[in-house]
């Protein structure tokens, strides 16, 4: 951990400061911390980060259009070693302290962490995440996002998009730089995605994530799967289309789970 991430950042008084920020932060609980890695470990990242098609999963549907890789035996060494460094007692630790949330945790399967890439006209659309670990049963608590897009114009898009709690107003946009970090609650408002990218030829929007979380708390939400909600500018078609996709996806899964089926 101590040769990948940039751990002067994280001394007794910056870490108040953190918590301080975070939990006053809106629309909901978030902090943005910047060089969260060496600089030469960032760069290296960029230079190495996978193609991709060596990602195991694609999505391209209604609501996104991005790949997603937890296959980490198939990227350069260096990206199991930034997944360690995000999962180490030593870190969580530092997560719980800046969030406030004791006792966090992650896992090493890809609902605990992985890489997301997009190239032009990736979008993933506002939503909410799942809320138990479908395997473990376990509670999702927080996201953390690590942004590895080098020289990125505003012009390509690509913020993430923190939105309020009844989806009618987006409060905050979070560019996506180079050796960013986001942190952020996740939970039953923390609604968030980006809008479709316009990049050029051989450029994508790179990021790792880890997610964090507890035991599962008595006052958890029902199990629900990522939830995808419309714009106020979306089509009347989308508006239309998503919440009869995500309901009858949500019911089929819940249905399923109590049958002891589950589905990463």
């Known amino acids: 951990m101590n040769h990948l991430l940039n751990l002067n950042l ?39 980060f996978p193609k991709e098609e060596v990602f195991n999963k694609r999505y391209k549907g209604v609501n996104e259009f991005k790949a997603e890789g937890s296959n980490f035996e198939d990227f350069p060494e260096l990206f199991s070693k ?21 006792a966090l945790f992650s896992v090493p399967d890809a609902l605990g962490g992985g890489l997301h890439q997009g190239g032009n006209g990736s979008f993933l659309d506002i939503h909410i995440d799942f809320n138990i670990h479908a ?48 942190i952020f609650e996740t939970n039953e408002i923390s609604y968030h995605g980006y809008a479709a990218i316009k990049v050029p030829e051989g450029v994508t929007r790179k990021s790792f994530y880890a997610y964090y979380y507890t035991a599962l708390r008595e006052d958890a939400a029902k199990y629900h799967d990522t939830v995808f909600k419309a714009r106020p500018t979306d089509s009347p078609l989308k508006k239309a289309m998503t919440p009869l996709k995500e309901g009858a996806k949500n019911f089929i899964k819940r249905q399923l789970r109590n049958l002891g089926i589950t589905f990463k």
């Not at 609980?29 to 990242?45: M, Y």
Request: aromatic fraction near 12%; charge should be negative; charged fraction near 30%.
């Open 10 to 48: 994280f001394d007794e008084a910056s870490l108040t400061q953190m918590s301080k920020e975070f939990n006053e932060a809106k629309p909901y609980k978030h902090l943005i911390i910047d060089n969260i890695l060496l600089l030469e470990i960032a760069e290296e990242v960029f230079v190495s």
């Open 135 to 182: 395997d473990r049963g376990i509670h999702r608590r927080v996201n953390l996002l690590v942004f590895f897009n080098k020289d990125w114009k505003e012009a390509y898009g690509g913020h993430t998009e923190l939105w309020n709690a009844d989806m009618t107003n987006l409060d905050k946009k979070v560019f996506p730089s180079f050796n960013r970090c986001l």
């Open 82 to 102: 930034i997944r360690e460094a995000f999962h180490t007692k030593e870190w969580c630790e530092i997560m719980s302290k800046i969030t406030g949330i004791p």
